[in-house]
């Protein structure tokens, strides 16, 4: 089994910062690309940012200049820092991973998510 579990949640005031970071445990034999998903109340879900095995970022336009997405292939985590947040930034994010399990499946695996409130 895989799991995956975020952490670093949380209320802060707009313009502030946070950093979101995901673990991923269980019986792995690689990982590929890693994402942060987000989901806003009343909105679908939407993809905010993947870095590739080999380290390569790409982030949505919206959050460009933002947030910065980076992994540690050795801890297995991929975090997301967040800086000058806005409201619009509210919602729950969601890590999920491709993940390559011993026998050579590849699935893409989810956390339960972490809610950020950005709130005066």
């Known amino acids: 089994q895989v799991h995956l579990v975020e952490s670093g949640g949380g209320l802060v005031q707009p313009g502030g910062s946070l950093r979101l970071s995901c673990l991923v445990s269980?019986?792995?034999?690689?990982?590929?690309?890693m994402r942060w998903y987000r989901q806003a109340p009343g909105k679908a879900r939407e993809w905010v940012a993947e870095?590739?095995?080999?380290?390569?970022?790409v982030v949505a336009h919206f959050v460009k200049g933002r947030f910065t997405i980076s992994r540690d292939n050795g801890k297995n985590t991929v975090d997301l820092q967040m800086n000058n947040l806005d409201i619009e930034d509210t919602a729950i994010y969601y890590c999920?991973?491709?993940?390559?399990?011993?026998?050579?499946?590849?699935?893409?695996?989810w956390g339960q998510g972490t809610q950020v409130t950005v709130s005066s």
């Open positions: 870095i590739t095995s080999s380290s390569i970022p």
């Open positions: 999920s991973a491709d993940v390559n399990v011993p026998g050579g499946t590849v699935s893409t695996y």
């Open positions: 269980g019986n792995i034999a690689d990982i590929y690309t």
